[in-house]
């Protein structure tokens, strides 16, 4: 069987270059993009910035006034977020990289993952041409740069495309996955967060190379079956998930900054019950239903967190929404010590 050519395109800080595309003028200055939290002039925390502003370290989930610190005097711009400009950009640019794809997957408003196989006749030499042309014609047609990662699967591509930003190109052949991957911290692999990074670390493991090196047997033990394995087999580069178009699933949220920070529940819910129902509002509207119920929660230390509930069958029904968010604050509130600062539903 030929080895796939997957890559996965990634456009460079997103959010900050929207806005330096519609004022030029920014190009020079650091740029934070915020999410004012409303409550007062400067809460809230940075969804992203340019790069800039990172080398001041500014970056995504830190407060706005720590941004603020970091860049006094430095003639930085704070902008709010204009979700519905970048899903107009996005949606232009997820056009085109469709176009070069014989198969294609958004994944995020920023991201989307494309098989070039047979595009490329299975030649790496050929893909990275076709990628330098789809950077081109991102650039020429929509006036952004992103970074591109090539590599024999979804994993790969991944790690590859975060090596090297802004305007980046990484090819990773199959003979180089292992080398490739082995040096690198084990936070790079998906489904590596703060915490398991930790846990690991005590464990010994720091580099992708050393998770690969531990039995398997042991992470299975440490970490259940199913994320064990992933574990493993991700530190060899192993990974089989297909590139395939996403379904016609979407979200409906509506999140709300609570009047102070509070982990009562009561005072949550009356909060949550608002959100429900306008949530509810906007699924009777477009006469849709759910199969799937999520909760979030900001923290006083604006970590974002979620749960949620996938239904054995979809249903419309208030009631059923109230009831679940309430079940699935109960059970966050009795796993967390934290304030929350803002709430959120979904479905
Ligand atoms: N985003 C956010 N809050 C976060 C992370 C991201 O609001 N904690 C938003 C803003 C980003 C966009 O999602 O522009 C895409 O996220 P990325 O992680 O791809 O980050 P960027 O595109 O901003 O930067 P990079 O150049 O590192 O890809
Ligand atoms: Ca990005
Ligand atoms: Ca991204």
Known sequence: MQAR???LVDLDYFFAQCEERRNPSLREKPVVVCVYSGRSEDSGAVSTANYVARKYGVTSGIPIFLAKKKLKEKDAVFLPVDHEFYEEVSEKIMKILRSHADLFEQVGIDEAYLDVSQKVKGSLEEA?????????????????????GIGPNKLVAKVAADIQKPDGLTIVKPEQVESFLSPLPV?????????????????????????AKYDVQRLIEIFGKKLGTYFHNASIGEDYELVQERGEVESISRISTLKEDTRDLKIILEKTKQLCDEVHAKLVQRELGFKSVGIVAVMTDMSVRSRSKTLENPTNELEVLKKIVKELFE???????????RVGVKV
């Open 331 to 341: 059970k966050f509130l009795s796993e967390s010590e934290l304030e929350a600062r």
């Open 5 to 7: 050519v997957i890559m």
């Open 128 to 148: 990275k041409e076709l990628a330098q042309k789809i950077k081109e014609e991102v650039k020429a047609q929509q006036k952004l740069t992103c970074s591109i």
């Open 187 to 211: 936070s790079r692999l998906i489904g590596v967060g703060r915490k398991t990074k930790k846990r690991m670390q005590t464990l010994g493991i720091r580099t992708i190379g050393d998770l």
